[in-house]
C-alpha cells in the first residue's frame, strides 16, 4: 500500500506557515514503513530538532482506481480515520530552500500515525466533519473538514491521475492551522467529533 498526502489544504496553516495558496492539490507520498498504528508511542528521531504535529483526516481507498472523475470519488472509501503527519520542520525548511524533496523531512518511520478506522456512514456529511488535536490535555489544532480547499472527492480525482489507487491506500488530507513542536513525554489525542480515536505518547 502507499500514502499519499495533500499539503496546503486549509488557508490558515498555509497562513502560519507563510506559504503560497495553490491552484491545484500539492501532493507528497510516504512509503508503508512511516505507519505508526495501534497507538504506539512516537520516537522522536535524532536527525533534526523541531518536529511538528499535523493532525489530519485520512480516508482509507477501499477498490482500485485510475482517473476516477469527483462525482464517482466517493464509491472509492467507505472508512476515515484521523492521522498525524508528523513533519521535521526544521529540516523541511532547509529541503525546500534548497529546492530539495521533502522526504526526509515528511516520510521517515512513525511519520504516518494511523487510528482505527471508523466507517463513514456514520456521518452525514464527510465535508462537514470536526476534528482536533490535545497535547497534554489542551486542543492545539481543531479544523472542520469544510474549510478544505480541494474536498475529499477532488482529491482522489486529482492524485488518480497519476497514481493507480489500490485497496488499503491511505489519504491524508491536509491539517488545518496549530501545528506545533512535540516534546519527550507529551500525549496527543486525536478526536474525529467526540470520539477519541488515538492517544499516544511522545517519547
Ligand atoms: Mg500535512
Redesign the pocket.
Known amino acids: 500500500m502507499k500514502i499519499l498526502?495533500?499539503?496546503r489544504n486549509y488557508v490558515k496553516h498555509i497562513e502560519e506557515l507563510n506559504n503560497q495558496m495553490p491552484t491545484e492539490p500539492v501532493i507528497f507520498a510516504k512509503p508503508d514503513s512511516a505507519l505508526l498504528l495501534k497507538n504506539k508511542p512516537f520516537f522522536i528521531p535524532d536527525f533534526a530538532e523541531d518536529f511538528h504535529h499535523?493532525v489530519?483526516l485520512v480516508i482509507r481507498i477501499n477498490r482500485i482506481g485510475k482517473n476516477i472523475a469527483s462525482q464517482f470519488a466517493h464509491r472509492y472509501y467507505d472508512e476515515i480515520a484521523l492521522g498525524i503527519?508528523f513533519?521535521a520542520r526544521d529540516l523541511q525548511a532547509e529541503l525546500k530552500s534548497k529546492g530539495l524533496p521533502w522526504e526526509k523531512a515528511k516520510a521517515f518511520d512513525g511519520s504516518a500515525v494511523l487510528s482505527k478506522l471508523i466507517d463513514k456512514s456514520r456521518f452525514e456529511d464527510i465535508q462537514n466533519i470536526n476534528f482536533h488535536l490535545e497535547r497534554n490535555g489542551e486542543t492545539v489544532q481543531k479544523g472542520n473538514t469544510s474549510h478544505m480547499i480541494f474536498p475529499i472527492d477532488q482529491i482522489i480525482s486529482h492524485v488518480s491521475q497519476y497514481f493507480t489507487l489500490k485497496i488499503g491506500d491511505l489519504i491524508?488530507t491536509?491539517?488545518p492551522a496549530g501545528v506545533g513542536p512535540v516534546a519527550i513525554n507529551d500525549r496527543l489525542k486525536g478526536y474525529i467529533e467526540d470520539e477519541r480515536l488515538f492517544d499516544f505518547l511522545v517519547k
Open positions: 498526502c495533500v499539503g499535523e489530519e503527519d513533519t491524508y491536509g491539517t
